[in-house]
């Protein structure tokens, strides 16, 4: 059974960071492409970042572009976010997803039960 469980949400002043962990079991990790969804509330959930398996492909949305880092272990089974110069408008709950290819994680294969980010002014 695949799991992708996230921490390190919580809550934050603007301006401030957080660093969200997933760590997933259950899947070939390495082989797997890996990402961050976010869904803020009355608003549709939006792919905002993802890696390959091998961690040598990054993408970001432009919303978070030169804000956020995404990286993984795959020593570790694990995917990290880290978030910089947070603005209220990042507040959402931060979804971990997995899928087979790089390309298709905007339809990802297996999802995290998600954390909440709350960025105060």
């Known amino acids: 059974q695949v799991q992708l469980v996230e921490s390190g949400g919580g809550v934050v002043q603007a301006g401030g960071s957080l660093r969200l962990s997933c760590a997933a079991s259950g899947l070939p990790f390495g082989t797997y492409a890996m990402g961050w969804f976010r869904q803020a509330p009355g608003k549709e959930r939006k792919l905002i970042s993802r890696i390959s398996g091998g961690g040598g492909t990054l993408g970001y949305a432009d919303s978070v572009k030169g804000r956020f880092t995404i990286s993984r272990d795959n020593a570790k089974n694990t995917v990290y976010l880290q978030m910089k110069s947070l603005e209220p408008e990042d507040t959402a709950v931060y979804y971990c997803?997995?899928?087979?290819?790089?390309?298709?994680?905007?339809?990802?294969?297996?999802w995290g039960q998600g954390t909440q980010v709350t960025v105060s002014s």
């Open positions: 997803v997995a899928a087979l290819q790089y390309v298709r994680l905007n339809d990802p294969n297996h």
